[in-house]
């Protein structure tokens, strides 16, 4: 116990070895949108997320894989990560598991990331991190190879989690933003499916 907060971590069964890898993806027609409070989106057919553990921890490198990708306002057109092919955008990042909440006690994902700069026809957006990922089928302890990763949005912009608890139990607001033509607001990322992670060992959650 740290503080107040007993942090949570991610572990693999003793006797499994270090490390294991987990991945799943999503998809459809329009499985996966970002929006800003204007109303801006930027949709996407398939989600892909991979993260990697390689001990005992919190947190570790992950890769969020958004392809199909393209505006939904104004032309249309694809978007794209610099240097990636059209249509795909990649966010490397650090997973964190988090507790949003202690009564009762909930644990969700943090996606933590500084900036990924997509560009979509001529325009620039700057997505700055974090967002925060509610978790399914995760029991405190429990022995799983799979889990749940739900996204939300409350209205245009507002993502439904927007903040977690540290160590000595205070709330830091984790809340993700874009950028477009030098002003900055409020966006959300939003999923119309469950994504389902597979891991390629058996690894225990505790919080």
């Not at 490397?92 to 996606?111: F, Q, R």
């Not at 967002?131 to 996204?151: A, H, P, Q, R, Y």
């Amino acid at each position: 116990k740290i503080g107040e907060l007993s942090l949570p971590d991610v572990k693999l069964l003793p006797e499994e070895t270090y490390p294991t890898e987990g991945k799943g993806s999503v998809s459809g027609t329009e499985v996966g949108q970002l929006e800003t409070e204007a109303g801006e989106k930027i949709v996407w057919k398939e989600m892909t997320f991979s993260l990697e553990i390689f001990e005992l921890s919190s947190l570790g490198p992950m890769l969020l894989t958004l392809s199909d990708a393209r505006e939904k306002n104004g032309t249309g057109g694809t978007c794209a990560t610099t240097g990636d092919p059209a249509g795909v955008v990649l966010i490397p990042s650090e997973w964190h598991v988090i507790d949003t909440s202690t009564s009762p006690l909930t644990v969700a994902l943090l996606v933590l990331f500084k900036e990924a700069a997509i560009t979509c026809s001529k325009q620039t957006v700057k997505l700055r991190g974090p967002v925060i990922l509610k978790v399914e089928k995760v029991t405190s302890g429990m022995d799983i190879t799979s889990f749940g990763l739900v996204s939300n949005c409350t209205a245009k912009g507002k993502q439904e989690l927007t903040g977690y608890l540290n160590d000595e139990g205070t709330t830091i607001n984790g809340v993700l933003s874009e950028v477009r033509g030098g002003k900055g607001e409020a966006s959300c990322m939003r999923l119309s499916l469950e994504l389902v992670v597979g891991t390629s060992k058996m690894i225990a959650v505790s919080f």
